[in-house]
C-alpha cells in the first residue's frame, strides 16, 4: 500500500518534556506502521500472556493516588490517544496513553441523584464518600437541597480524605482548577453549593456554612492536609491586599482574612507559593504543608501555559512535588490529582486544548507509574463525566484528528477531503451542543480546523456544551487495582480505597 507522505510541524515550547504547543498544522495524513498486522498479532498474544501471568498486585496498599481527567469521557480518550500519537509522528490510532497500559478496567455510572446527565460536584461527592448526591453539593448527602442551609443538619459525608488523615497518612489535593472548585472541594468541604467557594460569593444567608476556602485552612482532621495546589488565589486573600502576580487586582475576601497566611502560620515547615519560582525552590525535606496558588481562577490550559506571566509549573511537576512531600509519610498516604481543564475546553468547543490538557494528565500518570512501587500503591484514573464530544465521519486511516474529514477512495486509499450535504469540509470531531453552532451553514478550510482556537461545529446552540451522560472509564494499577471490573456505580470507587484503609486487609 503506497504510504502516505507525512509532514509534522512542530511548534517546540517549553512544557511538558519535548513537546508543548506543537500544532498539527498539516492537512496530510499519518503513515501506518510498517507490518502492522504482525506487530498487532504478537502484541495481543503479548497481552494474553500477561494477562493470564498477571499477579495479584502485592499484598496491601499503603498509598491511594486518585487522578480525575474532569469531563474525559472515552470520546475525549479515543481522540486524545490519536492526538498524543501524531504528536509524535505515528498514525495515532494503534497508540496506549500511559493509563491505558496493562491497566485494570471497569465502567462507571455517573449520574447524581436528581440529575441524569450529572455535574461535577455531585459525581465528585459519589467517588470520595461512597454515595451519590445532588448536582451542585459538595460531599453532603442527597437529602439535602441546592444552596438551602436548612437542610444540612446531619448530612455530612466523611470523605475519604478525611478518613485517610485520621488514618495518620499524609494527604493531597491538586487541579488546575481553582482548588475551591467542585472536584477538589469534595475532598476536604462540605456545602450545599458548589458556588460558595468564598464569603464574597456566598449568599448572606448561608452565614452558617463555612466557605469552601477557609474550610481548606481550617481543615480539622490529623495534623492537616500537607499539600494543596492549583488555582483560585483571590478566595484566599482579602480584597484590601493586592494580587503577588496581578498587582493591577486584589483577593476579593470581605472578612479581612488572608488564608494564605493563616495556613503559614497554622502548620510548622509550612510554605505558601504563587508562582514557577516560588514552587521551584521548595525544599520538600523542610516542607511539612505546602499551599500553591498559581492562578487567581483556574490555572492556565497546558496549551497556553507557556505563555503564563510568572509561570506556572504543570500538572506533572506538581504532582511530583506532592510525591516528595507525601512519601515522607510512613504510614503512606492519599493523593488526589485533577486535571480540571479538559472540561472548560470542552465547555468552550475546542478540542485542541482538551486534547492538550488531556495528553497532560496521560504525562502526569506516565511520571508516577515510573515513580512508585506498585506493590505498595493503588493508581485509579478516571473522570467525573464525560461531554458531548463526538468523533465520527469516515477519516481515512492516520488522517488528522483535528483536521477535516478524508474519506478514502474506492480502493481503500486515502482519497480527497469529504464534503457535507451543502459541498462543505467538516471536521472528524465535533459537538452535540455548544458555542460552535453555525447558524449559516458554511464551508471549513482545512487550515482553518487545525487552529488552536478552533471551535468545532455544534448542532444546537448553546452558550456553553454541556457534560454528557454516559459511562465513564476506570482505569487502575497497584493493589486492588483487580477489583474494577464490569459496570459499577461511580460510589463504588470509594468502597475500593476505603477498603485499602482497613489495616490487615489484603486483596
Ligand atoms: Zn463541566
Not at 73 to 99: C, D, H, K, M, P
Not at 176 to 197: L, V
Not at 241 to 255: A, H, L
Given at each position: 500500500?503506497?504510504?502516505?507522505?507525512?509532514i509534522?510541524?512542530?511548534l517546540?515550547?517549553?512544557?511538558?518534556?519535548?513537546?508543548?504547543?506543537?500544532?498539527?498544522?498539516e492537512t496530510k495524513?499519518?503513515p501506518?506502521p510498517?507490518?502492522?498486522a504482525?506487530?498487532?498479532?504478537?502484541n495481543?498474544v503479548?497481552?494474553?500472556d500477561?494477562a493470564?501471568?498477571?499477579?495479584?498486585?502485592?499484598?496491601?496498599?499503603?498509598?491511594?493516588?486518585?487522578?480525575?481527567?474532569?469531563?474525559?469521557?472515552?470520546?475525549?480518550?479515543?481522540?486524545?490517544?490519536i492526538?498524543?500519537?501524531?504528536?509524535?509522528?505515528?498514525?495515532?490510532?494503534?497508540?496506549?496513553?500511559?493509563?491505558?497500559?496493562?491497566?485494570y478496567?471497569?465502567?462507571s455510572?455517573?449520574y447524581?441523584?436528581?440529575?441524569?446527565?450529572?455535574?461535577?460536584?455531585?459525581?465528585?461527592?459519589?467517588?470520595?464518600?461512597?454515595?451519590?448526591?445532588?448536582?451542585?453539593?459538595?460531599?453532603?448527602?442527597?437529602?439535602?437541597l441546592?444552596?438551602?442551609?436548612?437542610t444540612?443538619?446531619?448530612?455530612?459525608?466523611i470523605t475519604?480524605?478525611?478518613m485517610a488523615e485520621?488514618?495518620?497518612?499524609s494527604t493531597?489535593?491538586?487541579?488546575?482548577?481553582?482548588?475551591?472548585?467542585?472536584?477538589?472541594?469534595?475532598?476536604?468541604?462540605?456545602?450545599?453549593?458548589?458556588?460558595?467557594?468564598?464569603?464574597?460569593?456566598?449568599?448572606a444567608?448561608?452565614?452558617?456554612v463555612?466557605?469552601?476556602?477557609?474550610?481548606?485552612?481550617?481543615?480539622?482532621?490529623g495534623?492537616g492536609?500537607?499539600?494543596?495546589?492549583?488555582?483560585?488565589r483571590?478566595?484566599?486573600?482579602?480584597?484590601?491586599k493586592?494580587?503577588?502576580?496581578n498587582?493591577?487586582?486584589?483577593?476579593?475576601?470581605n472578612?479581612?482574612r488572608?488564608?494564605?497566611?493563616?495556613?503559614?502560620?497554622?502548620?510548622?515547615?509550612?510554605?505558601?507559593?504563587?508562582?514557577?519560582?516560588?514552587?521551584?525552590?521548595?525544599?520538600?525535606?523542610?516542607?511539612?504543608?505546602?499551599l500553591?496558588?498559581?492562578?487567581r481562577?483556574?490555572?492556565?490550559?497546558?496549551?497556553d501555559?507557556?505563555?503564563?506571566?510568572?509561570?506556572?509549573?504543570?500538572?506533572?511537576?506538581?504532582?511530583?512535588?506532592?510525591?516528595d512531600?507525601?512519601?515522607r509519610?510512613?504510614?503512606?498516604?492519599?493523593?488526589?490529582?485533577?486535571?480540571?481543564?479538559i472540561?472548560h475546553?470542552?465547555h468552550e468547543?475546542?478540542?485542541?486544548?482538551?486534547l492538550?490538557?488531556?495528553?497532560?494528565?496521560?504525562?502526569a500518570v506516565?511520571?508516577?507509574?515510573?515513580?512508585?512501587?506498585?506493590?505498595?500503591?493503588?493508581?485509579?484514573?478516571?473522570?467525573?463525566?464525560?461531554?458531548?464530544?463526538?468523533?465520527?465521519?469516515?477519516?481515512?486511516?492516520?488522517?488528522?484528528?483535528?483536521?477535516?474529514v478524508?474519506?478514502?477512495?474506492?480502493?481503500?486509499?486515502?482519497g480527497n477531503?469529504s464534503?457535507?450535504?451543502?459541498?462543505?469540509?467538516y471536521?472528524?470531531?465535533?459537538?452535540?451542543?455548544?458555542?460552535?453552532y453555525?447558524?449559516?451553514?458554511?464551508?471549513?478550510?482545512p487550515e482553518?480546523?487545525l487552529d488552536?482556537?478552533?471551535?468545532?461545529?455544534a448542532?444546537?446552540?448553546?452558550?456553553?456544551?454541556?457534560?454528557?451522560?454516559?459511562?465513564?472509564?476506570?482505569f487502575a494499577?497497584?493493589?486492588?487495582?483487580?477489583?474494577?471490573?464490569?459496570?459499577?456505580?461511580q460510589?463504588?470507587?470509594?468502597?475500593?480505597m476505603?477498603?485499602?484503609?482497613?489495616?490487615?486487609?489484603?486483596?
Amino acid at each position: 500500500m503506497k504510504h502516505m507522505k507525512v509532514i509534522l510541524t512542530a511548534l517546540a515550547f517549553a512544557g511538558l518534556g519535548a513537546w508543548g504547543q506543537e500544532k498539527l498544522s498539516e492537512t496530510k495524513q499519518f503513515p501506518a506502521p510498517v507490518n502492522e498486522a504482525q506487530d498487532r498479532f504478537e502484541n495481543d498474544v503479548e497481552t494474553l500472556d500477561k494477562a493470564e501471568n498477571q499477579k495479584a498486585f502485592g499484598t496491601r496498599p499503603k498509598n491511594v493516588i486518585l487522578f480525575v481527567g474532569d469531563g474525559m469521557g472515552i470520546s475525549t480518550v479515543t481522540a486524545a490517544r490519536i492526538f498524543e500519537g501524531q504528536l509524535r509522528g505515528e498514525s495515532g490510532e494503534e497508540n496506549q496513553l500511559s493509563f491505558e497500559k496493562d491497566a485494570y478496567v471497569a465502567l462507571s455510572k455517573v449520574y447524581n441523584t436528581n440529575q441524569q446527565t450529572p455535574d461535577s460536584a455531585g459525581t465528585m461527592t459519589a467517588m470520595m464518600t461512597g454515595a451519590k448526591t445532588k448536582a451542585g453539593v459538595i460531599s453532603m448527602n442527597q437529602n439535602v437541597l441546592l444552596g438551602d442551609v436548612s437542610t444540612i443538619q446531619g448530612n455530612n459525608l466523611i470523605t475519604f480524605l478525611e478518613m485517610a488523615e485520621i488514618a495518620g497518612k499524609s494527604t493531597g489535593v491538586i487541579s488546575t482548577a481553582r482548588i475551591t472548585h467542585a472536584t477538589p472541594a469534595c475532598c476536604y468541604a462540605h456545602t450545599p453549593h458548589r458556588d460558595w467557594e468564598a464569603d464574597s460569593t456566598k449568599p448572606a444567608e448561608a452565614s452558617a456554612v463555612a466557605d469552601i476556602a477557609s474550610q481548606l485552612i481550617d481543615f480539622p482532621y490529623g495534623n492537616g492536609i500537607e499539600v494543596a495546589m492549583g488555582g483560585g488565589r483571590r478566595y484566599f486573600l482579602p480584597k484590601e491586599k493586592k494580587d503577588p502576580e496581578n498587582v493591577n487586582q486584589t483577593g476579593s475576601r470581605n472578612d479581612k482574612r488572608d488564608l494564605t497566611q493563616d495556613w503559614v502560620n497554622k502548620y510548622p515547615n509550612a510554605a505558601f507559593v504563587y508562582d514557577e519560582a516560588g514552587f521551584a525552590a521548595i525544599d520538600p525535606s523542610k516542607t511539612d504543608h505546602l499551599l500553591g496558588l498559581f492562578e487567581r481562577s483556574h490555572m492556565q490550559y497546558e496549551a497556553d501555559r507557556a505563555n503564563d506571566t510568572a509561570g506556572e509549573p504543570s500538572l506533572s511537576e506538581m504532582t511530583q512535588k506532592a510525591l516528595d512531600i507525601l512519601e515522607r509519610n510512613e504510614k503512606g498516604y492519599f493523593l488526589m490529582v485533577e486535571a480540571g481543564r479538559i472540561d472548560h475546553a470542552h465547555h468552550e468547543g475546542n478540542a485542541y486544548r482538551a486534547l492538550m490538557d488531556t495528553v497532560a494528565l496521560d504525562r502526569a500518570v506516565e511520571a508516577v507509574k515510573e515513580r512508585v512501587d506498585l506493590n505498595e500503591t493503588l493508581i485509579i484514573i478516571t473522570a467525573d463525566h464525560s461531554h458531548v464530544f463526538t468523533m465520527g465521519g469516515y477519516a481515512t486511516r492516520g488522517n488528522n484528528i483535528l483536521g477535516v474529514v478524508v474519506e478514502n477512495d474506492d480502493r481503500g486509499l486515502p482519497g480527497n477531503p469529504s464534503k457535507d450535504a451543502n459541498g462543505h469540509h467538516y471536521t472528524t470531531l465535533g459537538y452535540h451542543n455548544g458555542p460552535g453552532y453555525r447558524a449559516e451553514a458554511s464551508d471549513i478550510e482545512p487550515e482553518e480546523a487545525l487552529d488552536p482556537d478552533f471551535h468545532q461545529v455544534a448542532a444546537v446552540p448553546l452558550g456553553s456544551e454541556t457534560h454528557s451522560g454516559e459511562d465513564v472509564a476506570i482505569f487502575a494499577f497497584g493493589p486492588g487495582a483487580q477489583l474494577f471490573r464490569g459496570v459499577v456505580e461511580q460510589s463504588y470507587i470509594f468502597h475500593v480505597m476505603s477498603r485499602a484503609l482497613q489495616s490487615g486487609i489484603s486483596f
